[in-house]
């Protein structure tokens, strides 16, 4: 049973485009077992897809306001998550979508990347950047070890 990441944002808002970017980078540099879904602003509209899909696990990755520094990158709970930290463009909340998810897979993880600035327009700020190579790496060396901090 294959693996699949989910990511959330929009790559034209500087640093929300995070979760589109690790997409990118997972399209292109395809790591075996492993499947992705660039969820975009609206990832619910892909639960079809997990649905067909049958992960035995689902990461989902966004960039998240957590005031900690540029880049810095942490495996969130759902608690975490329906409390403060919460930067997302995407119509549904994110405890909604990891609900739903959950419904479909039983182990669901989120991983959120903490932005530099989100801004129409804007790139992807190199601490972000550098951060979504090392959340690319640690998939495909098999690892969900964070938190890893910027710096």
Same mark, same amino acid.
């Given at each position: 049973?294959?693996?699949?990441?989910?990511?959330?944002?929009?790559?034209?808002?500087?640093?929300?485009?995070?979760?589109?970017? @690790?997409?990118? !980078?997972?399209?292109?540099?395809?790591?075996?077992?492993? +499947? *992705?879904?660039?969820? %975009?602003?609206? #990832?619910?509209?892909?639960?079809?897809?997990?649905?067909?899909?049958?992960?035995?696990?689902?990461?989902?990755?966004?960039?998240?306001?957590?005031?900690?520094?540029?880049?810095?990158?942490?495996?969130?709970?759902?608690?975490?998550?329906?409390?403060?930290?919460?930067?997302?463009?995407?119509?549904?909340? @994110?405890?909604? !979508?990891?609900?739903?998810?959950?419904?479909?897979?039983? +182990? *669901?993880?989120?991983? %959120?990347?903490? #932005?530099?600035?989100?801004?129409?327009?804007?790139?992807?700020?190199?601490?972000?950047?550098?951060?979504?190579?090392?959340?690319?790496?640690?998939?495909?060396?098999?690892?969900?070890?964070?938190?890893?901090?910027?710096?």
């Amino acid at each position: 049973m294959d693996k699949l990441v989910i990511t959330v944002g929009n790559e034209l808002m500087g640093d929300d485009g995070a979760g589109p970017l @690790l997409a990118m !980078f997972l399209t292109h540099k395809a790591i075996p077992g492993w +499947k *992705v879904i660039n969820g %975009g602003s609206v #990832p619910e509209n892909y639960l079809y897809k997990v649905r067909d899909f049958k992960p035995e696990m689902v990461v989902l990755v966004d960039a998240c306001e957590m005031n900690l520094q540029a880049g810095s990158i942490r495996l969130l709970s759902e608690n975490e998550i329906a409390g403060e930290f919460i930067l997302s463009t995407h119509r549904l909340p @994110l405890t909604f !979508f990891i609900s739903a998810l959950k419904e479909l897979v039983s +182990k *669901v993880y989120f991983i %959120g990347i903490q #932005p530099a600035i989100v801004g129409f327009g804007l790139p992807v700020s190199p601490q972000v950047r550098r951060a979504v190579e090392i959340v690319y790496q640690n998939l495909q060396s098999g690892k969900l070890d964070f938190p890893y901090l910027s710096g």
